[in-house]
């Protein structure tokens, strides 16, 4: 990363999933960074990212100024039931339940970690967002839970971006679609051509680093082209 400050700090949220554990590794390797920070269920006992009290906790155990947040949190399957295919499948709870994980709890860790972002220096919080959650590019349909999590968690990161870079001029925030992953995650559902996760987190942070700081949010994939909100 090299356009953040010589000994920056990072965070990753989520540090347990396989693309979560790939910025982990991806940033420990990196001579400029000073401290890597990985946070997961496991690292850090009795955090639920659905509860706000348990998120305001977590900031408040992270010392600033951070200069690069990964949030690599999210859920697509609910309760161990996928997307579904068709509107008579859609249920209240499912959707409540994706949105809490996907749009709802990003949202409050935002919230109680952006006063540790740096203030005089370019910061950036990449959240890991999809491409199902483009409006202008839904072309299939389906998808009713993640699709619509996805959509409200950029509304919620463009519009944090906007007030975030009143006193924050050199923060980027970006919300990232990394690519097909081979994943616990994406596996009941992509096929044999995945990427390992290592591969889209190289890429993705590469497109990080050249992001320029424009007071908006940036939606962009892992090749570096922009994905239509």
Known sequence: MNNLPQGYRAVVLGASGAIGASFVAALQADPRCAEVLAVS????PGWDITDEASSAALAQSIAGPLHLVVDATG????AGVGPEKRLADVSAERLMRSWQLNAMGPALLLKHLAPQLALQERAIWAKLSARVGSIEDNHKGGWYAYR???AALNQLLQTSAIELARQRPGLVVAALQPGTVASPL??????????????SVNRLLQVLDQLPATGRAHFVDHTGQVVPW
């Open 75 to 78: 859920a697509l399957t609910i």
């Open 41 to 44: 269920r496991q690292s850090h």
């Open 148 to 150: 619509s999590a996805k």
């Open 186 to 199: 994406s596996q009941p559902f992509v096929g044999d051509h995945a990427m390992v996760p290592d591969d």
